[in-house]
């Protein structure tokens, strides 16, 4: 899974390998949640699958390795290689470097340019249009996000990666309904990804759809009994439906399941709200 991103810009928890993606609760009266929270670079980048990638070799392992722990010298190895011919892998590196050291916009930049000017088959191209878009998401740039993504989809257009991570884009411009139209294609696709299926709830939750995005939260759940976001989005929507106490049991199962996570902070604050009564929230 490519998600990478912890970005607060209007969503409850969906989170996957090696990062995740949130959305917030609804704008008061409805509001049983903190407001968003600054977004945070990533704990990993964004790297590419084993397939497809870019390049082969050591020098590109070698330098993707890096990323992870240290940018500022993956900067300088993917500089030096490509100095001296390192080609699309090297300026790959390069862009994926910047994001570790906190240029999104920059790196998003490269990132458009390597996929469009790049020899690798579409799908690799796919995904480097995609990093773009969660790198310009990172910038706060959603609609340079939004056609990253839709280039990327364009080469890859049954990649439910790519169709959950539009729909991410699209909510965070508030456009709901688009929003689940990726989603229930990612689902036709992938109808076991639980992810899809807590965005899906927290979608039709925006849009006032309540009992629906229960019954998707619910499958979600089926799914992934565990899954921290899901368990944030139920009781959300419990306490939308007046259960106060359901709520709270969630948010607090939530905390125990990933009490480091994005999900646990926003519970927490969820349980204080409540506590301090409708007057206070």
Request: proline share 6%; charged share 25%; hydrophobic share 50%.
């Amino acid at each position: 899974m490519r998600k990478f991103l912890l970005i607060a810009l209007g969503f409850v928890a969906a989170a996957g390998v090696g990062g995740a993606l949130f959305w917030t609760h609804p704008s008061p009266p409805q509001s049983v949640g903190a407001a968003p929270v600054a977004t945070p670079l990533p704990d990993n980048l964004p790297l590419p699958p084993e397939m497809p990638r870019l390049a082969d070799g050591a020098d590109y392992d070698r330098c993707l390795s890096l990323l992870r722990d240290d940018p500022d010298e993956a900067m300088r190895f993917a500089q030096a290689w490509d100095a001296t011919g390192g080609g699309e892998g090297a300026r790959h590196c390069i862009a994926l470097a910047l994001l570790g050291l906190g240029e999104p916009d920059r790196a998003a930049e490269r990132l458009e340019r390597l996929g469009a000017a790049s020899r690798a088959g579409s799908l690799a191209r796919a995904a480097v249009f995609g990093q773009a878009s969660q790198a310009w998401m990172m910038a706060g740039d959603a609609n340079r996000a939004f056609a990253a993504v839709t280039i990327a989809l364009t080469l890859a257009p049954q990649d439910v990666e790519l169709l959950v991570d539009r729909s991410v884009v699209l909510a965070s411009m508030q456009r709901y309904r688009e929003s689940i139209e990726d989603l229930d294609s990612a689902l036709a696709l992938e109808p076991e990804r639980a992810e899809a299926w807590v965005l899906r709830a927290a979608a039709l939750r925006h849009l006032e759809r309540v009992d629906q995005a229960f019954v998707a939260v619910e499958r979600a759940l089926v799914l992934a009994p565990d899954n921290a976001e899901a368990l944030l989005e139920r009781g959300i929507l419990r306490q939308l439906r007046g259960d106060a106490s359901g709520a709270r049991n969630d948010w607090q199962r939530a905390i125990q399941l990933a009490p480091d996570s994005m999900a646990a902070d926003l519970a927490a604050q969820n349980i204080q709200l409540n506590e301090l009564g409708p007057q206070r929230r």
